[in-house]
């Protein structure tokens, strides 16, 4: 079945770096986009980024844009979200979500950035 | 990057009917489609249509959704305790190549 393993999380302080990683397993990795999606403390869910199925194309979200950069290891099957210039607003569960439909869900990486 | 408009709760009595809405644009809802996804305390979400209408392989069919224009619906028919979570909708934005999640609906069981 569709699994997927989040790691990564940690506590930072702000303007420091972190490395997210999603191991994938239980299908063809490049058949799907993968995206990252994240959840703050007790709020809603917000879109973070997507790599496209073959891996060409990269999208962020304005808050996120110019500080993360989304990537994969397709010999890994792996997915990676690099975080540069942490702010405590990046706080939050990341969650891989597989395909635009959101159709399978990891069960998060915690990352908190604090002083 | 905007998001879609849900109402923030929805409080309906067991074993009735609770209908949800999301409200996009021409460029997200009304173009792509949504989907709906049920987000109980502690766990991640889990998908239970997309497309706007398609019910994933073992979700119950007490859930349905719909979509006209710039809106989609989720429909709950028999509400158990258990049906008691956040609900939210996605799509993607053809025009700004995000996606966009909605605000969120928690749904309360009476």
């Known amino acids: 079945q569709v699994k997927l393993v989040e790691s990564g999380g940690g506590l930072v302080q702000p303007g420091a770096s972190l490395r997210l990683a999603c191991a994938a397993s239980g299908y063809t990795f490049t058949s799907f986009p993968l995206h990252w999606v994240r959840q703050a403390p007790g709020k809603g869910l917000e879109w973070v980024a997507v790599l496209s199925y073959d891996g060409r194309n990269k999208f962020y979200a304005d808050s996120v844009q110019g500080r993360f950069t989304i990537s994969r290891d397709t010999s890994k099957n792996t997915l990676y979200l690099q975080m540069n210039s942490l702010r405590p607003e990046d706080t939050g569960l990341y969650y891989c979500?597989?395909?635009?439909?959101?159709?399978?869900w990891g069960q998060g990486t915690l990352v908190t950035v604090s002083s | 990057q905007a998001g879609l408009t849900q109402p923030p709760s929805v409080s309906v009595g067991l074993g009735q009917t609770a209908t949800l809405t999301c409200t996009g644009s021409?460029?997200?809802?009304?173009?792509?489609?949504a989907s709906w996804l049920q987000q109980r305390p502690g766990h991640p979400p889990k998908l239970l249509s997309f497309r706007s209408t398609t019910r994933p392989s073992g979700i119950s069919e007490r859930f349905s959704a719909s979509r006209s224009g710039n809106t989609v619906s989720l429909t709950i028919t028999g509400l158990q305790p258990e049906d008691e979570a956040d609900y939210y909708c996605?799509?993607?934005?053809?025009?700004?190549?995000?996606?966009?999640f909605g605000t969120g609906t928690k749904v309360i069981v009476l």
């Open positions: 979500v597989r395909d635009t439909d959101f159709d399978h």
């Open positions: 021409s460029r997200n809802v009304g173009d792509q489609g």
């Open positions: 996605s799509a993607w934005d053809s025009s700004l190549s995000v996606s966009v």
